[in-house]
């Protein structure tokens, strides 16, 4: 196994501080990152979209809930799926009432949305024990529009801004993981952001302390090699 070097701890402090230094090179170049995304442009929802939730039916503007900004969880449920995708559960089981909390004061909803019908989300809700606050866009073109029901019949799809190649023996839609941000001002909403992919990943916790450690995430990409005894795939499941 290829643990880290053994040394004394005058010499980790040297070599400490000078990763400090990255750290917070790193940290100001997020902090930049997150200035230009606040000053993208946005753009005005004007489908009518609808949502199944546990009141009955309701509009985008509706989710917000009278807050001004709205964060959506896309969640990979497929209608004729009868289980949700794992990946996703796995992020699922790291949300708690808190993250909603302190995003409310901050005049932020947060739901999860899928595109299987409204009662098969509740019964997996109630199946996992979760309290979180899931609706349901069937019959709407909410998915598609916002990138994640994906069609992977032709020769590319077209997901997270990109044009890649469809999976082999792939047919019809795919769902895939997202999230997305809108902006109330008025009786108006808008777009304002969307990402896709390993995006998903900074809304559970697990990955934030794993990349803090030795052994980081224990999976097949990382440097250096040979960390742990047990590699995994890339693949954000945790079972």
């Known amino acids: 196994m290829s643990l880290p070097q053994i040394t004394d701890r005058e010499t980790w402090l040297k070599a400490r501080r000078e990763l400090l230094e990255e750290e917070k090179a790193h940290t100001r170049a997020r902090d930049a990152l997150n200035t230009r995304r606040r000053e993208l442009p946005m753009v005005e929802v004007t489908e009518d979209y609808r949502f199944t939730g546990p009141d009955g039916e309701v509009s985008l503007a509706g989710l917000f809930g009278g807050y001004r900004q709205l964060v959506v969880n896309h969640v990979m449920f497929d209608p004729a799926w009868d289980e949700m995708c794992p990946s996703c559960s796995a992020g699922i089981r790291e949300w708690s009432p808190g993250t909603r909390e302190h995003l409310r004061s901050r005049?932020?909803?947060?739901?999860?949305?899928?595109?299987?019908?409204?009662?098969?989300?509740?019964?997996?809700?109630?199946?996992?024990?979760?309290?979180?606050?899931?609706?349901?866009?069937?019959?709407?073109?909410?998915?598609?529009?916002?990138?994640?029901?994906?069609?992977?019949?032709?020769?590319?799809?077209?997901?997270?801004?990109?044009?890649?190649?469809?999976?082999?023996?792939?047919?019809?839609?795919?769902?895939?993981?997202?999230?997305?941000?809108?902006?109330?001002?008025?009786?108006?909403?808008?777009?304002?952001?969307?990402?896709?992919?390993?995006?998903?990943?900074?809304?559970?916790?697990?990955?934030?302390?794993?990349?803090?450690?030795?052994?980081?995430?224990?999976?097949?990409?990382?440097?250096?090699?040979?960390?742990?005894?047990?590699?995994?795939?890339?693949?954000?499941?945790?079972?």
């Open 107 to 239: 005049d932020t909803e947060q739901v999860f949305v899928s595109r299987a019908p409204y009662a098969k989300l509740a019964d997996w809700k109630e199946r996992q024990g979760w309290t979180i606050p899931w609706y349901s866009s069937s019959g709407s073109d909410f998915n598609a529009d916002l990138g994640v029901t994906v069609d992977v019949s032709g020769a590319t799809m077209h997901y997270n801004y990109r044009d890649a190649p469809t999976w082999e023996g792939a047919e019809g839609t795919q769902e895939l993981p997202g999230f997305s941000a809108f902006l109330r001002v008025d009786d108006r909403v808008f777009h304002t952001y969307s990402s896709y992919a390993r995006a998903a990943e900074w809304f559970g916790g697990s990955f934030a302390y794993l990349d803090l450690t030795a052994l980081g995430r224990q999976e097949d990409w990382e440097q250096p090699q040979g960390r742990a005894d047990a590699v995994r795939a890339g693949i954000p499941v945790f079972d």
